[in-house]
């Protein structure tokens, strides 16, 4: 019962935290335009182009094709796991456990290798924090947990999903696995393994973003506190006043000396 | 003070405690403006973006041509100085634990200040990025940082260069009356040279074209404003240059380092356009004011101020492929490879109006590779070809252009005998200066025949109803 709850819990944190998160990125100001190319042509090349990301990881395969092999079984673990979890409502239980099993040992794979990385690969070494440590800590136990209760208590995910759904007991083991999972999933909208939702805004309103928007008309309205002399900012003066005003061309002598 | 033994900025060292002090706090005070809305509105979606999501996995490290051609220093990893801002922002403005450690003190301050000048912002690195993470744009939010709250910029970006562009109208130095006069002298230089009578016009209300050079080329490469007066009189195009503060210098050196600077500049030249009654702009050979005026300086505009701007690559396609201006490619009997200016190529998606003309007017084009938006930067990007530091000169040939000139040299590999001229085409006043360095550093010139130049040039020495030679082939 209490795991039932925290499952749906943990559910719906998942989702009111990437909300928070792509409302966070939405409201921040209207950046000026800083476009990245090449931009796919169209609606449809961007969406083809968008697909080839999540569903290949094709950016780092063409980039990086070492940590390819270490994170691709990663993301399509966890893209499996997903389908499984989804597919429970169909009812087609060869499928859900199909998924399951396969998504938690690809899972289970790609995190003790990127672990891996973190921990020995001389370039990511200096860069990895305490935090990137347990992140990638919690996966594995998250996706070893429940192939344990797989082989110690012949506990199936799609069976112990299905129970924990309907708030029926599962074995314990596999309890653990699920509240692990149901944690992770209330986690990650608070980390930076959100970019699931940051990616959206890097490449639809950054890079391939080209068209003016008025907003910035409000936004030259701001009042900045830069302090160089040179910006003349008082804390009165707007983005406008500043930007139309010449200190330069009012004042040379002062303006030599930056 | 400086992480390598190279210096852009040649910061003094504090001299007691409290300046030290004053410079982390300094630091810090920028720091919270950096993210701040009021503050920093220009880039603040793109900045948090790339410092909460960029998970250091190293992918952007080979497509810099700065870290590769070092040698793979760390300290030139375009996650390096983004890894030490991201911690800053962790620990003093979300006050996160568990982030990597990260001590705030005037060192870190110094070397952050010279590691934002150790990126050519070319923005190879985002473009790898599967993240969509900007280590780039984490180099230009440090610039912005210690120019805006500290006063801190190189000497000829800022003092000597956006500074004197907003006083006397270009950051060469030339008032309007200088301009028009050194016009004056390209013009009948032209006229000679060429047997086209030319007169360069000055505020030509409601003209057609209101063109803008970067400055530079007027005192550096003046055949090549030259090269643009004679294809514009030949086709007769109705233009004419502004004679108004800023609007007779593309240039916009803000762009590299501070917004407000930036936008002043921009307003500037835009206004000029409208007093004038242009129909549009044209931005002459100069990848940088391309950029800054015709993509960053956009949603700053008022719509009555937002006026067409145009590339001159795209102006000269049209002179050469409509037939307006006829070319005898034979006369550009020579080997040619094109670099692709970062902010023309990747950072606007010119990349073929260029190469239309190119195919025009010379014979023999060969690509670089990678080309296009997958270029290399030159190396002299975002300021550094006009920046000398103590010994910055030696880093930007040494490490910064040794990518480019790998791929210089696999272009014209089969054709290194000195006997045969060979022609860089850079379409950009910045890349044409670290050329020049490139080029005389390595003695390429004297021991190969590799020079350098624009592509009016390329176009002129092929007209037909040009006098031939206006190539001269002439070291400078």
């Not at chain 2, 405690?17 to 004053?22: F, K, Q």
């Not at chain 2, 004038?276 to 050979?285: A, M, N, S, W």
Request: glycine share 6%; net charge positive.
């Amino acid at each position: 019962m209490l795991l039932s709850c925290l499952v749906y819990l943990a559910g719906a944190v998942f989702l009111a935290g990437s909300a928070f998160r792509a409302v966070k990125y939405a409201r921040t100001p209207v950046p000026l335009r800083w476009e990245l190319y090449p931009i796919p042509p169209g609606s449809a090349g961007q969406i083809r182009y968008t697909m080839a990301e999540i569903l290949l990881l094709r950016g780092v395969w063409q980039n990086n094709r070492k940590l390819w092999f270490r994170t691709y079984p990663f993301h399509m673990g966890i893209y499996l796991c997903a389908a499984a979890l989804a597919s429970l409502a169909a009812g087609v239980e060869w499928f859900t456990e199909a998924a399951a099993l396969a998504g938690l040992v690809l899972l289970l794979a790609g995190s003790c290798a990127l672990l891996a990385a973190r921990l020995f690969a001389p370039a990511l070494k200096p860069y990895t924090s305490p935090s990137d440590i347990f992140n990638l800590g919690w996966f594995v136990a998250a996706a070893g947990v429940p192939l344990a209760a797989f082989a110690l208590e012949g506990a199936g995910p799609a069976a112990v999903w299905r129970a924990v759904f309907t708030f029926r007991p599962a074995p314990p083991l596999a309890g653990v696995g699920v509240a692990l999972a149901a944690l992770l999933a209330a986690y990650i909208p608070f980390t930076h393994m959100a970019h699931f939702v940051a990616k959206y805004f890097a490449y639809h309103k950054v890079r391939w973003d080209d068209h003016r928007d008025p907003a910035v008309a409000a936004q030259l309205q701001y009042t900045p506190h830069w302090s160089a002399p040179h910006v003349g900012a008082d804390g009165k003066k707007t983005w406008a006043d500043v930007a139309t005003a010449n200190p330069a061309m009012a004042n040379p002598a002062r303006e030599k000396k930056p | 003070m400086s992480p390598d033994r190279y210096s852009a900025l040649v910061l003094p060292q504090p001299k007691s405690p409290e300046e030290e002090r004053g410079l982390s706090d300094a630091f810090l005070r920028g720091l919270e403006k950096l993210f701040n809305r009021e503050d920093n509105w220009t880039f603040l979606r793109p900045l948090l973006i790339t410092v909460e999501h960029c998970v250091r996995c190293q992918t952007c490290s080979e497509a810099c041509h700065i870290f590769t051609g070092s040698g793979r220093q760390e300290i030139y990893r375009p996650t390096y100085r983004s890894e030490i801002l991201r911690r800053l922002y962790c620990k003093f403005i979300k006050h996160r634990r568990w982030q990597g450690a990260v001590e705030l003190d005037w060192k870190t301050v110094c070397e952050l200040a010279e590691l934002a000048y150790r990126c050519n912002l070319c923005r190879r690195c985002a473009q790898a990025c599967p993240m969509g993470a900007d280590n780039g744009l984490v180099a230009h939010e440090l610039r912005k940082l210690f120019s805006q709250e500290m006063g801190i910029a190189p000497k000829e970006l800022h003092a000597a260069g956006s500074l004197v562009q907003l006083r006397t109208g270009s950051t060469t130095g030339m008032n309007p009356a200088a301009a028009r006069d050194n016009f004056d002298f390209i013009d009948q230089e032209m006229t000679e040279k060429t047997g086209i009578s030319v007169k360069t016009p000055w505020d030509v209300e409601g003209a057609d074209v209101l063109l803008i050079h970067n400055a530079g080329e007027v005192l550096s490469w003046p055949e090549n404003p030259g090269a643009f007066a004679v294809m514009l009189t030949a086709a007769g195009v109705s233009w004419t240059l502004s004679s108004e503060l800023t609007a007779y210098d593309a240039v916009n050196y803000g762009l590299w380092y501070d917004d407000v600077q930036f936008a002043r500049v921009a307003l500037r030249q835009i206004e000029a356009a409208r007093k004038l009654k242009v129909k549009r702009i044209v931005i002459g050979e100069c990848g940088h004011a391309h950029k800054a005026l015709a993509v960053i300086a956009d949603r700053l505009l008022p719509s009555g101020l937002n006026l067409p701007r145009e590339s001159s690559m795209t102006l000269m396609r049209d002179l050469v492929l409509s037939g307006r201006l006829p070319v005898d490619p034979g006369r550009n009997n020579f080997p040619v490879t094109l670099h692709d200016p970062c902010n023309m190529a990747r950072l606007m998606g010119i990349t073929e109006a260029q190469r239309d003309v190119l195919r025009a007017v010379c014979p023999d084009v060969r690509e670089m590779s990678p080309n296009r938006t997958d270029n290399y930067c030159c190396g002299g990007g975002s300021g550094f070809a006009l920046m000398s530091g103590k010994n910055f000169l030696d880093w930007r040939l040494e490490i910064a252009g040794a990518k480019k000139m790998e791929q210089v040299l696999a272009a014209f590999a089969d054709c290194m005998d000195p006997s045969i001229p060979k022609y860089i085409c850079a379409p950009c006043s910045n890349c044409k200066g670290q050329f020049r360095d490139l080029l005389a550093h390595r003695g390429l010139w004297n021991s190969n025949r590799i020079f350098y130049g624009g592509l009016a040039e390329l176009v002129v020495n092929a007209m037909r109803d040009v006098k031939p030679g206006f190539l001269e082939w002439e070291w400078r």
